[in-house]
Nanobody, 123 residues
């Protein structure tokens, strides 16, 4: 089992940047593919980005491609989401998730979830 804890959310103006972190504990971070999802007010949870266990391959939602970058530091059991050129539509609670097999955009595949961190982008 693994426990996940997100941090780094906050309030930022449109066009700004934030870097989210997800700390994994309980098992070695490299045992899991990792992903970020988000849920905006009144909307369903949506996929943002995913990264394979070794960090060699990534997947992005079209809405964030070119603006967000997912990365990981397996030595420190950390996963990051660098968010640039933020837009008000990026406002949401961001969650990290872990899956022991493959990186995927399907939320149902992920066994472990963090509590989320709020990101608010003002116009």
């Amino acid at each position: 089992q693994v426990q996940l804890a997100e941090s780094g959310g906050g309030l930022v103006q449109a066009g700004g940047s934030l870097r989210l972190s997800c700390a994994a504990s309980g098992r070695t971070g490299s045992d899991f593919a990792m992903a970020w999802f988000r849920r905006a007010p009144g909307k369903e949870r949506e996929f943002v980005a995913a990264i394979t266990r070794g960090g060699t391959s990534t997947i992005y939602a079209d809405t964030v491609k070119g603006r967000f970058t997912i990365s990981r530091d397996n030595a420190k059991n950390l996963v990051f989401l660098q968010m640039n050129s933020l837009k008000p539509d990026d406002t949401a609670v961001y969650y990290c998730a872990a899956d022991p097999s493959a990186a995927t955009r399907w939320a149902s595949r992920y066994d472990y979830w963090g509590q989320g961190t709020q990101v608010t982008v003002s116009s």
